[in-house]
Nanobody, 130 residues
Framework: QVQLVESGGGMVQAGDSLRLSCAAS????????MGWFRQAPGKAREFVLG????????RYADSVKGRFTVSRDNAKNTVYLQMNSLKVEDTAVYYC???????????????????????WGQGTQVTVSS
């Protein structure tokens, strides 16, 4: 069982930066590929970024390429989402998720499909104003 807790959300202006954190419980964090998703009001949840167990392989949604980055610290059981040049359309609840990648290798980055993930955090709100 893995519990995920996101933090770092808030209200910012367009062009600002924000860093989200996702802290995981348990001693097997390094066995999980991680993903970040977001859900804007009235829209379906969408994939943002995925990162592999070792942090060396990352998958990006086109909408955030060049602006968002992801990293992880397995010693701290934490994954980070650095968001730069934020836009109004980035406003959403952001979720982190974990998928057991024990049998998929250390370079298997977090997949873009929600159904591939085993555990989810409760989400943190990010609001970007113009």
């Amino acid at each position: 069982q893995v519990q995920l807790v996101e933090s770092g959300g808030g209200m910012v202006q367009a062009g600002d930066s924000l860093r989200l954190s996702c802290a995981a419980s348990g001693r097997t964090f390094s066995s999980y590929a991680m993903g970040w998703f977001r859900q804007a009001p009235g829209k379906a949840r969408e994939f943002v970024l995925g990162i592999s167990r070792n942090g060396f392989s990352v998958r990006y949604a086109d909408s955030v390429k060049g602006r968002f980055t992801v990293s992880r610290d397995n010693a701290k059981n934490t994954v980070y989402l650095q968001m730069n040049s934020l836009k109004v359309e980035d406003t959403a609840v952001y979720y982190c998720a974990a998928t057991d990648a024990t049998t998929k290798g250390t370079y298997y980055s977090g997949p873009p499909l929600e159904t591939e993930y085993d555990y989810w955090g409760q989400g943190t709100q990010v609001t970007v104003s113009s």
